[in-house]
């Protein structure tokens, strides 16, 4: 018997206003929580917590109804289960309000890590953060000291800064969702640890889908993924067209030979077009290593940079104003072989089959393991603040490697 759906029926305190006469079915259920408010849904998931269910842990907009014991002896409550027991993530309730995250991360340290090595993710919720400030102590706390964001000359995130090295997660249109992707895969150096804050939750929708990039991986096609595995996946940029932001801007200077000297430092290939516009190359793994399990993931941007990933009427007007090549950013297999839209809609069905989402309170913070989960961004309605943080920076042997063998600074 679907747990929500049994409190609702039997007229609990928090939901009697429903008087039902009949068990609701999963999409009355669904209905009637977003329909209360803040406090009455924090009451409702007390409520819940007391009989050993969980309203948090959702696929594919279902709520999941099954139960599993905490994995250690940390205090938690009703872990986030998807369809198949596997939790993403495990959830951390504060057992009173006003109890302080800090020391409750700093008494768990140990718990901490081997829950991101089994489930990739850790929900706290309902503690005492700190805002920015806190936040920026917490992951030092749990991970080690933050980190610069790694993607600033290949990547297309705008960001602002809050606090030290927080700042705001990506400042892009709330009326177009961001795909599923591994932060910085495109990178020469990635986080090993991502942290999101909810400051502010977003009027209507705005989650922050997630998804197991193991699990993506035994997902996709093995030829696709033995065709990856061996040509990688090239990167491309074009600076100073279209929409994309200028070289000079970007990289914080006009000289050159200087932006020539930093892309060979972090692996990509720099190549001036025309007068003034700079393509840059990069070729990356697809399927990476994990530096502390030695799992395989994958870990890549193919279903986050490619053109087509983009909203479809975006994507038809840039394929007719561009040549493949000249498009501000996509990418192709490793050999400059275009990638099939067959093979990218495989790929983002191997993604969408893992994804887990929930509805962000404000207060929430989200720790992953940036290479065992992938995550996204709904689009949203309203004012929608989340904040973001890296530590535990991951490099590759060298900047140009396609090794699947990676480096952890501590």
Known sequence: MPGVAYLLHKGHSIVSRFECCRMPSQDEVLQRIRALSPSQRGELEQALAAHGIDTLGRRGGRIADQRQAAASEAPTRAPVLSADDHSLPVLIQAQEAGEGLLDWIDGHRAWIDEALAASGGVLFRGFAVGGAAGVERCIETACGPTIDYAGVYQGIAVRRQVHGKIFTSTEFSSGLAINLHSECSFAHCWPLRICFYCSRPAVRDGRTPLADTRRVLRRVDPGIRARFEQSG??????????????????????????????????????????????????????????????????????????????????????????????????????????????????????????????????????????????????????????????????????????????????
């Open 233 to 410: 996946v090239m990167y491309v940029r074009n600076y100073g067209i279209g929409t994309a932001p200028a070289w000079q801007d970007v990289f914080g200077t006009r000289d050159r030979g200087e932006v020539e000297q930093i892309c060979r430092g972090i692996g990509v290939h720099a190549e001036w077009v025309g007068k003034d516009r700079l393509r840059t190359r990069s070729v990356r793994p697809a399927v990476v290593r994990h530096p502390r399990s030695g799992e395989e993931v994958w870990f890549n941007h193919v279903n986050s940079a490619h053109v087509r990933s983009n909203n479809p009427a975006l994507a038809d007007a840039l394929m007719k104003e561009f040549a493949p090549e000249d498009l501000p950013r996509t990418c192709f297999y490793g050999d400059g072989t275009e990638i099939e839209t067959a093979t990218l809609e495989a790929i983002r069905n191997a993604y969408q089959g893992e994804t887990i989402q929930f509805d962000w309170l404000s207060g929430d913070l989200l720790l992953l393991d940036n290479m065992l989960t992938a995550h996204g961004r709904q689009s949203y309605t309203g004012e929608r603040e989340v904040l973001v943080g890296m530590a535990a920076n991951v490099r590759r042997e060298r900047p140009e490697s396609m090794s699947d063998h990676v480096a952890v600074d501590l």
